[in-house]
């Protein structure tokens, strides 16, 4: 895989294609979260795992990219009834399937494992990363893993970067690398907050 080429002076986050802190979301619209620009940034997220430089991430990135593929699918298939997410997952469900909104549940819960994981890993600046994935990883994601899955996500833990490898990685002004990512990281919390709570409302249950 090629390497992530960071500009200079700038951070990782300049290599994105999109970015949450760009996703519109409609306020007067119960919170709609725009499907195009959520799924773009979602994606961009997954270049992440590049940097943390271990084939024992690539089934969390396939994971992430496969639920990304589901949700494009759908909004490919009725472009109008899935501007938003919201609507997309309701439209969907009208139909009695539910491929979409089921990877948008997966997708939900690998967005929250990895804002977790980097949100709690900015704060503590003696944890080293491995323990930040492991925490984050048992509050989301691993109640979901069956046996056969648990020890694949164990493995990807284990074989973190060393925490200031992996800082260095995201940009050569390690206060504007974190800054940028926290306000990043900021977007990716109230995004998955929204789409949680709308997950388990009723009328996004098949």
Not at 45 to 56: E, K, Q, Y
Not at 107 to 126: M, P, W, Y
């Amino acid at each position: 895989m090629a390497a992530v080429q960071i500009p200079e002076g700038g951070t990782i986050l300049d290599t994105f294609k999109a970015s949450f802190t760009k996703v519109p979301i409609d306020a007067e619209n119960g919170n709609a979260i725009s499907t195009t620009e959520f799924l773009d940034a979602a994606e961009s997220l997954t270049t992440m795992f590049d940097l943390l430089g271990s084939v024992a991430f690539s089934p969390v990135k396939k994971d992430m990219m496969g639920n990304v593929e589901k949700i494009r699918k759908r909004q490919l298939a009725a472009p109008l009834e899935s501007q938003n997410i919201q609507d997309l997952v309701r439209n969907e469900l009208k139909t009695k399937s539910h491929t979409a909104t089921e990877g948008l549940l997966w997708l939900v819960r690998g967005l929250e494992f990895t804002c977790i994981a980097l949100s709690q890993n900015l704060a503590k600046h003696d944890q080293e990363l491995a323990d930040s994935f492991r925490d984050a990883y048992g509050v989301t994601l691993k109640p979901h893993h069956s046996f056969l899955v648990k020890p694949v996500f164990s493995a990807a833990m284990s074989a973190c970067p060393y925490r200031n490898d992996f800082y260095s990685k995201l940009g050569s002004d390690e206060e504007k690398v974190k800054e940028e990512l926290r306000q990043y990281l900021e977007a990716l919390d109230k995004i998955v907050a929204i789409l949680k709570a709308f997950l388990e409302s009723k009328e996004a249950k098949w």
